[in-house]
């Protein structure tokens, strides 16, 4: 009897995996507080790599020991000067074998949802992609938007991609393709599988050691196509 493959749902993260935004989002952030609360560095001891904007935003008002109310003047405020920082920042750019991966994955879409995975509120999420181009690829995705927590924002994300191929996730093989130990932990949390690239300061063998599955020097790798396809 002929097996049919299962079907994937690929997640993808955005900042350190498909793109560098060149502290775009820090910037605009950092303008957003300074509008919203008047004060200055308001972001400034954050780590933003693999977190989500609805925690950076609620770490830094309970910093301030302000309001969480605040939060949502400060998104409306961030998102305006993101796609100004976009806009104006010369070094926003795809990182390696990011378009040429998303390409290469086209011909497979019949058995794979193809997604994103982020913890950038969804606007903040397209204006990114939008900028280097990569838009077109995702029609759906888990968002910061959607919850606070990564791991939360992956099953979202996999629901929605589920539906795409009209499967319940737990029928398909979730992957989740990443830079931080954030992404990897958030993975194993819903039964997804991590693979990883080492292009935010964690080393392939640090990833590994996470749990990572696999993990790459970036995406140009040409075993990463062929992780995310193989069945």
Do not use: W
């Not at 191929?165 to 990443?178: A, M």
Request: aromatic share 6%; hydrophobic share 40%.
């Amino acid at each position: 009897m002929h097996m049919q493959p299962q079907p994937k749902i690929l997640l993808f993260d955005i900042d350190g995996t498909l793109l560098s935004a060149d502290g775009a989002g820090r910037r605009a952030m950092e303008l957003a507080f300074r509008e919203v609360t008047g004060t200055d560095g308001a972001v400034a001891n954050i780590d933003f790599r693999g977190m989500t904007d609805p925690l950076i935003v609620e770490q830094a008002l309970a910093q301030l020991s302000r309001d969480s109310s605040e939060a949502h003047p400060i998104y409306a405020r961030y998102l305006q000067h993101l796609e100004r920082e976009l806009g104006l920042s010369k070094g926003t750019h795809a990182l390696p074998g990011a378009a040429e991966l998303l390409q290469a994955l086209a011909p497979f879409r019949h058995s794979l949802a193809i997604g994103l995975g982020t913890g950038n509120i969804e606007p903040a999420a397209y204006l990114k992609l939008n900028r280097v181009g990569l838009a077109a690829h995702f029609s759906f995705g888990g968002f910061g938007s959607d919850h606070r927590l990564r791991s939360e924002i992956l099953r979202t994300a996999a629901l929605r991609g589920g539906k795409t191929l009209g499967r319940d996730p737990s029928e398909c093989d979730t992957i989740v393709i990443g830079d931080t130990f954030h992404d990897v932990d958030a993975a194993l949390a819903i039964g997804a599988r991590a693979v990883c690239v080492a292009t935010s300061g964690r080393t392939v063998e640090e990833l590994r050691e996470r749990g990572a599955l696999y993990a790459f020097e970036n995406l140009a790798v040409p075993q990463v196509l062929q992780v995310l396809t193989e069945q």
